[in-house]
T-cell receptor, first 108, second 117 residues
Framework: EDKVVQSPLSLVVHEGDTVTLNCSYE??????LLWYKQEKKAPTFLFML????IEKKSGRLSSILDKKELFSILNITATQTGDSAIYLC????????FGAGTILRVKS | GAVVSQHPSWVICKSGTSVKIECRSL??????MFWYRQFPKQSLMLMAT?????????EQGVEKDKFLINHASLTLSTLTVTSAHPEDSSFYIC?????????????FGEGSRLTVL
């Protein structure tokens, strides 16, 4: 059975801290790993990772995939209160298999 | 990025009625759309994969007669919750795949919150 596991389930940090969110997966016919940020409504796309070892960056966010160890991490540096959200990772095959998400709260 | 519109954004209905939710890709054609359900503080649970011009593929445990999916055009998929009951109250989200060649990037609608009284 396909599964995607995220850790931690929730996290509270102070503004300026750096956080690392983890995502491990066991999915047949794996194609790519995606990260989404969900605030009040629907998830918004952050990254899609297909190859191992190539870091993708967007501002203070970065992510990398390890296809040998079957995991990905999402880093957020210099966190801001606006980073507070649920961060979802999903393994893509012919559909997306989502993890349970990490609830991040950044305190001012 | 690509835009996916979902309507209505929220709906309240009486038990026993049916509710239709629409998902439209506004600036691209989507041969495949996905319908998810999300309970409070939980992740997205895939309900079904909607394919244009053919029957939807339902995930295990999802009643196809309860959740009717129609994908009549390349820009519109609908989810009808038939004979809704309070336990069907949830947040329903659709997504559409931009590229048919690869896994591609999924864009999500803003979701529809259904409350069944």
């Amino acid at each position: 059975e396909d599964k995607v596991v995220q850790s931690p389930l929730s996290l509270v940090v102070h503004e300026g801290d750096t956080v690392t969110l983890n995502c491990s997966y066991e999915v047949t016919n794996f194609r790519s790993l995606l990260w989404y940020k969900q605030e009040k409504k629907a998830p918004t796309f952050l990254f899609m990772l297909t190859s191992s070892g190539i870091e993708k960056k967007s501002g203070r966010l970065s992510s990398i995939l390890d296809k040998k160890e079957l995991f990905s991490i999402l880093n957020i540096t210099a966190t801001q209160t606006g980073d507070s959200a649920i961060y979802l990772c999903a393994a893509s095959k012919n559909k997306l298999v989502f993890g349970a998400g990490t609830i991040l709260r950044v305190k001012s | 990025g690509a835009v996916v519109s979902q309507h209505p954004s929220w709906v309240i209905c009486k038990s026993g009625t049916s509710v239709k939710i629409e998902c439209r890709s506004l600036d691209f054609q989507a041969t495949t759309m996905f319908w998810y359900r999300q309970f409070p503080k939980q992740s997205l649970m895939l309900m079904a994969t909607s394919n244009e011009g053919s029957k939807a593929t339902y995930e295990q445990g999802v009643e196809k007669d309860k959740f009717l999916i129609n994908h009549a055009s390349l820009t519109l998929s609908t989810l009808t919750v038939t004979s809704a009951h309070p336990e069907d109250s949830s947040f329903y989200i659709c997504s559409a795949r931009v590229s048919s060649r690869t896994a591609g990037e999924l864009f999500f609608g803003e979701g529809s919150r259904l409350t069944v009284l």
